[in-house]
C-alpha cells in the first residue's frame, strides 16, 4: 500500500498537487481542511469545535483531528493508498497516525514537502481568497497567524520524517505541471 504525507505551509499548493497524485498513482485524497469543512457544514461535534479554532486561524487539536480522520480512513478500506492533505501537522499526530496505520499492517511511505517563501504564500493566500470567497484566506492578520502556526507547530515534524528517511523536499515555485513533475519522480523512487 502506497501511504503519503503531503506537506508545507498553507498555500503552497499542496490541495492542488495532492488531487492530481492521487488520480495519477490511484490513490485516495484525504484532506483535512475537506473533511472539517464537511463536519462543519454537517454541523457534527467535532466539527463545531474544530470551527472554534478555525475562526482564529489556530490549529484544531491533535485529538479532534485524529477521530475525523481515523473515520474517513475507515470508511475506505478496498483503496490501494492514501494521500495525507494537512495531516500530520505536528509530531504527536504523526506518531498517532504511525500507530493507526500499524493497527491496518501498513504505514507512510514517503513525506513530500513543499518549500516555499512566506511572502510569496501570504500573495498566494490572499489571491485564493479574493477567487473562492472564502473570508479567512482573505484577512492577511488570519493568513500571517496561520503561516506563523506552521512555521513554529508544524515545519519542525518534516524532520520526524527525515529521520526516518522518508521525506522527499521539493521547491514548491514554478507551474503547476513543473512541480507536479518533481512530486512525480520523488514517489516513483518508492513505489
Same mark, same amino acid.
Given at each position: 500500500?502506497?501511504?503519503?504525507?503531503?506537506?508545507?505551509? %498553507?498555500?503552497? !499548493?499542496? !490541495?492542488?498537487?495532492?488531487?492530481?497524485?492521487?488520480?495519477?498513482?490511484?490513490?485516495?485524497?484525504?484532506? +483535512? #481542511?475537506?473533511?472539517?469543512?464537511?463536519? *462543519?457544514? !454537517?454541523?457534527?461535534?467535532?466539527? @463545531?469545535?474544530?470551527? +472554534?479554532?478555525?475562526?482564529? #486561524?489556530?490549529?484544531? %487539536?491533535?485529538?479532534?483531528?485524529?477521530?475525523?480522520?481515523?473515520?474517513?480512513?475507515?470508511?475506505?478500506?478496498?483503496?490501494?493508498?492514501?494521500?495525507?492533505?494537512?495531516?500530520?501537522?505536528?509530531?504527536?499526530?504523526?506518531?498517532?497516525l504511525d500507530k493507526f496505520l500499524a493497527t491496518r499492517k501498513t504505514n507512510i511511505s514517503n513525506m513530500l514537502s513543499l518549500e516555499v517563501e512566506?511572502?510569496?504564500?501570504?500573495?498566494?493566500?490572499? /489571491?485564493?481568497?479574493? @477567487?473562492? !470567497?472564502?473570508?479567512?484566506?482573505?484577512?492577511?492578520?488570519?493568513?500571517?497567524?496561520?503561516?506563523?502556526? =506552521? @512555521?513554529?507547530?508544524?515545519?519542525? /515534524?518534516?524532520?520526524? =520524517? /527525515?529521520?526516518? #528517511?522518508?521525506?522527499?523536499? *521539493? /521547491? $514548491?515555485? $514554478? #507551474?503547476?505541471?513543473?512541480?507536479?513533475?518533481?512530486?512525480?519522480?520523488? *514517489?516513483?523512487?518508492?513505489?
Open positions: 500500500m502506497l501511504n503519503l504525507v503531503i506537506f508545507g505551509p %498553507p498555500g503552497s !499548493g499542496k !490541495g492542488t498537487q495532492a488531487v492530481k497524485i492521487a488520480e495519477k498513482f490511484n490513490l485516495f485524497h484525504l484532506s +483535512t #481542511g475537506d473533511i472539517f469543512r464537511a463536519n *462543519i457544514k !454537517g454541523g457534527t461535534e467535532l466539527g @463545531n469545535l474544530a470551527q +472554534t479554532f478555525m475562526d482564529k #486561524g489556530d490549529l484544531v %487539536p491533535d485529538e479532534v483531528t485524529i477521530k475525523m480522520l481515523q473515520a474517513e480512513v475507515e470508511k475506505h478500506p478496498e483503496v490501494k493508498g492514501f494521500i495525507f492533505d494537512g495531516f500530520p501537522r505536528t509530531i504527536p499526530q504523526a506518531d498517532s512566506d511572502e510569496e504564500l501570504l500573495k498566494r493566500i490572499i /489571491l485564493r481568497g479574493k @477567487n473562492s !470567497g472564502r473570508a479567512d484566506d482573505q484577512n492577511e492578520e488570519i493568513v500571517r497567524n496561520r503561516i506563523k502556526e =506552521y @512555521n513554529t507547530k508544524t515545519a519542525p /515534524l518534516k524532520n520526524y =520524517y /527525515l529521520q526516518q #528517511g522518508k521525506c522527499k523536499i *521539493i /521547491l $514548491g515555485l $514554478g #507551474g503547476i505541471e513543473e512541480i507536479f513533475g518533481k512530486l512525480c519522480a520523488a *514517489i516513483e523512487t518508492v513505489v
